[in-house]
Every structure is written in C-alpha cells, then in structure tokens.
C-alpha cells in the first residue's frame, strides 16, 4: 500500500498529468457548447430521412445526449491522454535518474511495475471519472435533462431519462477497464525504453493499427479482431441499447482483462531482469 | 574481521565489452575501503552490481555474508547508497524526496530521521524548495542524506565528491570520516588519487574490469619509492654522477633531475646539494598513490 500511495502522489504531482484532465475539459466544453447553439440544425439534418415516419416530441438537444456525445471522444483522444502518463512511469524515472533510487530500495521489482501499474489504473479511472463530469454535469448545465436518443447507423433508439444514470455510470466503469487496457502496454513498452517518447508513441500505433485491422473487412483481419483489445474497448456503447447483451459484455470484459493480465506479466518480467544503467 | 562484501569471480559484460571480469574483493566490517580506478575502469558497474541494478553473467555477490541474488530485499534495508548521478524527482522538494525514499525503507518516525539528515549533510534551511532548483552540490549532498536515512551498516557511495567545491569536499570527507568513526563501512569508488590517499584506510584498484591490487593504503604504499624532480644548476649532475646519488639518478633533462627515492631521502639529496654549492631552484615529486597507480594502470590521472 505504500508503494501505491507514493506512485499515486508521484503521478499527481506532475504538472504533465493535468493535461489530460485540462483537454477533456475544453473538448468537452466546445462539443456541448456547439451543440446547445446549432444542435437543433444538426438533429433535423441526422432526422431528415425518418422525418415523414417519426414524430418526435420534446426537447431532443440536452444534457444526455450532449453527454452521450461527448463520450464518443473516449475513442479518439483518451487514449493518447491515458499513454502520456502510462508510458512515462518507468522510462521517464529511467531518463531522469530517479529509477535507481527505487531499484535500491527493499521493495522488489515486481511490486514497483504492480504499484505503478495499480497507480496508472487510478488514473485512468479519474480521467474517465473527470469527462463524466465534464459530459453530464456540463450537459445538464447548458441543456438541461431528459431523455437520450441514441444516434445509431441501423436503427432510431430512445431511452428514457430515468433509465440512463446507471448507463452512463456503467459505461463509465467499462472505459475505464479499455483505458487501463491501454495503460498496461503503455507500461510494458515504458519498461523496454528509456525515454517516455517512444512507448507513448509505440502504444498510440498500436491502439491505431488495431483499430484499422478491426474496421477492414478482410476475411483475415476479421477473425483476428475479435481478440484484439481494440474491437473491445467500445464494449460501453452496448449499454446505451434497451436491452444488453450481456453475453458481448462478459467476453469483452474477459478479452481486456486478459490483455492487461498478459501486458502486465510481460513488464514485471522484462522489468526484474532490466539493467537499470541510466 | 567479517567480510561485508565479498565479490567472487564476478563478471558483467555489456555485449561484446566487458565491464567487470572475474572480478574478487573483500570489504571488511568498519573499513573505509576506497574503490579507485579511471573512467571507464567498471567502478560504477561494479557498484551497480552490489546494489542489485544490474545482474552478474557469473559469479557470486555476498552482502553480510547472504548471497544478493536471494537475499535482495533484506540486504537492501541494511544498505545505503549513492550510485552515479544525484538523481531526483525535481517537481518535488528535497523534503518530500526524501519522505518517499524513507517510507520505502520503513524508516520509523519519519520527520525527526529527514531532519537528522538534513542537518547532517547541510541542508536545513533549503528542504523545502523544489530539487531542480539545487544546485549540484546541493544534489549532492541530498544524495547522501537518502543513502543515510534508514541508518545502514554499509555505505556504498559512487564518486561522491564530484562537481563539490572546496568547502563541499572539505565537508563531505569530514563527514565520511564521522561516519566511519560511527562504525559504518564505507566503501567509496573514486577516480581521485587524492581522495582516497586521504581517506581510505583499505583500497582496491580496478583497471579495465580486473583487479590490480588491493589492501590496506598503508601496506600498499609503505614500500613505494617517489619519483623526485630536482631543478638545480647544469653543474650538478656532473657531482651527483661521483657520488652514491648515482645509483638513484633516472633521468636528466638540462638543469631537471630525477630520481626515485624513499621519502627519508630527500632532505638528504638537499643536504648533499646545498653542501657542493649547487643552488636547489624546486624539488617536487609525485604522490605515492599516483605513481603506484601510474605503475599499475599506465593510466595517468589529475588528482
């Protein structure tokens, strides 16, 4: 626990991991603000082909769907936000110095990678814990509740207000595990460099290779997606259908657990027989 | 006396360079063991190899008579150390620093233990500002107040005194000295002839990964001639020539003499001048430490 609480401190005393907290607050900031001004504009254009089938009541622009809009950007930049902090734990105590004074203390090895890793986890969680805020506190504020029609490419879906918080919170929950998913290679690629550059940028590439592979419709890429991480780190957008498939959600959950059990083993181990030279 | 660290035929090689070969040596309980050797020589592999950073191809380390490789953890909390550059978190203030690497001790009361430090190695007064505001020295001597802070029985320090200024050095050898005093072992790498000379009372000298020589300073050196330099008048040389100075004579260059004496004979060769009439302009000689090592090494170095 004290290895923990010191990584913890170590990490939020880092003008470096404020960043993140500081582009989830303006990109979510500038998405509910664009939405609560020419939101309406843009529903009509989405609704523009059902227009003569469905008639819909109320106030569609608020606060849910401003939320549900602003977790969209989980995909796009969140990861890089979570790998700049992630890919810095080990490589960037190894550039500056400081990892020799913890590789000579009496903690082992494969406490510090667990510590660090448990550390990065924690920061994933208050990252995605922060752009829950910044989506539905800051939806609410500048659109006010109800309820939340979910744009989907194959059918037109509404659910009720009184049925999102414990979605949304759900959700939450599950970017947090595809984030941490990220975090752990990061960790394992920070383990192997001895500057925080390249595993940021070797985790980035990864994420966006396994993405591209996952979108082709190739025979052969599509029977490799389903066990990348990647196809399973949008496994929170099932819970904004009526009804969950719980079956796609274990396995997902299953797919990024064993992929952070897998990157983790693989850091402690590269860890505990690293030269540490720097 | 118990050995505290034992090296047994340890090697490390960095792909095809070997750093440290076959290297053996001994430390024993309350030596202040100085670890000389040039740039480059492995000291600081060694070091690191003591201090579970980098692993042994082959051999064996014993710490307190354990074996490192298995006993890592505990040795550890017996060890204190300073391996290369002072390195800290800069974001963060010398205090806090050194509260993390207490806490990862398990050093007991904490706050009173960094102030002991603190005191010791001269920082009260700056613990609170962020560490990339020190400057070296200051680092320095933060360096060694974490190797202090779980009080260890062995202190392994690498080149401490680099980048201090004359008080800095002056300060930081009294305080090894004290803490030999204390019954600390101390077992310090050094390029410094110097240093060591002044120091140490036990020392190794590493060249290219192996051991040349170890023991006590004292032993090492008491048996060692001096290389004196005289600068006297052209005349000398032919009187020196007919006398028994002969046999010490090495070389002659114009006005400067050389020759290899014990320490006792030079107010002797002085004598033998002044009373022939030859004016001595300067005498000086090399450093035992440094000509011993020269000897070894054929490796030159500025104390």
């Given amino acids: ?113 667990h510590s660090k890793f448990i550390a990065a986890a924690c920061y994933s969680a208050a990252l995605v814990g922060w752009l829950g805020i910044v989506a539905w506190g800051g939806g609410w504020l500048l659109m006010g509740s109800g309820d939340l029609l979910v744009l989907s490419t194959d059918r037109l879906i509404i659910l ?11 959700a939450l929950v599950l970017a947090t595990l595809a984030l941490t998913t990220v975090s752990a290679l990061a960790l394992w690629f920070s383990v192997m460099a001895e500057n925080s550059v390249g595993p940021i940028v070797a985790t980035i590439s990864v994420v966006v290779l396994f993405t591209i592979i996952g979108t082709m419709e190739f025979p052969l890429f599509q029977r490799i997606s389903p066990v990348l991480f990647t196809t399973h780190m949008a496994v929170w957008r099932e819970l904004f259908y009526p009804e969950l498939e719980f079956k796609r959600i274990v396995i997902s959950v299953a797919v990024l657990l064993g992929h952070i059990a897998v990157f983790i083993a693989l850091a402690t181990y590269l860890f505990s027989r690293k030269d540490i030279l720097t | 006396m118990e050995a505290i660290v034992s090296l047994q035929s340890v090697r490390k090689a960095f792909g095809r360079i070997v750093a440290v070969d076959e290297l053996s040596f001994e430390v024993l309980r309350g030596d202040l063991f100085g670890f000389l050797g040039p740039n480059g020589s ?23 008579g354990s074996e490192l490789s298995l006993h890592r953890q505990n040795l550890m909390r017996r060890i204190g150390c300073l391996i290369e550059r002072p390195d800290f978190y800069g974001y963060l203030s010398g ?46 001597r933060l360096g060694i107040a974490q190797a202090l802070l779980h009080r260890p029985e ?12 004359p008080q800095g050095l002056h300060d930081i050898r009294q305080l090894l000295r004290q803490l ?60 020196l020539q007919q006398s028994r100075w002969q046999q010490s004579l090495i070389a002659a260059n114009g006005m400067e003499l050389q020759f290899q004496l014990s320490r006792q004979q030079i107010p002797e060769l002085a004598a033998f001048l002044h009373q022939h009439q030859h004016p001595i302009y300067r005498i000086t000689y090399q450093r035992p430490l440094e000509e011993y090592f020269l000897r070894l090494t054929g490796t030159n170095l500025s104390a």
């Fill in chain 1, 1 to 113: 626990m004290t290895l923990i609480r010191i990584e913890l401190s170590k990490v939020f005393s880092r003008p470096r991991s404020y960043i993140g907290f500081v582009v989830i607050a303006v990109i979510g900031a500038i998405l509910l603000t664009g939405l609560s001004i020419d939101g309406q504009q843009y529903i009509q254009l989405l609704l523009q082909q059902l227009e003569h089938y469905v008639v819909i009541r109320g106030k569609i622009i608020n606060g849910s769907l401003g939320a549900w809009i602003v977790l969209q950007t989980l995909i796009v930049h969140m990861p890089l936000l979570t790998a700049l902090v992630a890919g810095d734990l080990i490589s960037g105590e190894a550039a500056s110095g400081t990892l020799r004074l913890l590789a000579t203390r009496p903690p082992s090895r494969r406490a510090i990678v």
């Fill in chain 1, 160 to 170: 009720p207000a009184h049925d999102l918080w414990w979605r949304f919170a759900l």
């Fill in chain 2, 42 to 64: 492995g000291k600081s592999t060694t070091l690191r190899l003591l201090t579970g950073l980098v692993r042994a191809d082959a051999g064996r380390i014993f710490l307190f």
């Fill in chain 2, 95 to 140: 205090r806090r620093n050194l509260e993390i690497l207490a806490r990862l001790s398990g050093v007991d009361n904490t706050h009173a233990r960094i102030r002991e430090v603190l005191e010791l190695v001269g920082l009260k007064g700056r613990e609170n500002d962020l560490v990339k505001t020190y400057s070296h020295g200051m680092k320095q």
């Fill in chain 2, 154 to 165: 062995l202190l392994i320090l690498d080149e401490p005194t680099v980048g201090l200024d």
């Fill in chain 2, 180 to 239: 030999a005093q204390q019954g600390i072992t101390i077992l310090l790498s050094s390029h410094l002839l110097s240093e060591v000379e002044q120091i140490a009372t036990r020392m190794a000298i590493i060249h290219q990964g192996k051991l040349l020589a170890q023991g006590s300073v004292a032993e090492l050196l008491s048996a060692r001639e001096l290389v004196v330099k005289v600068e006297t008048d052209a005349q000398a040389l032919a009187t």
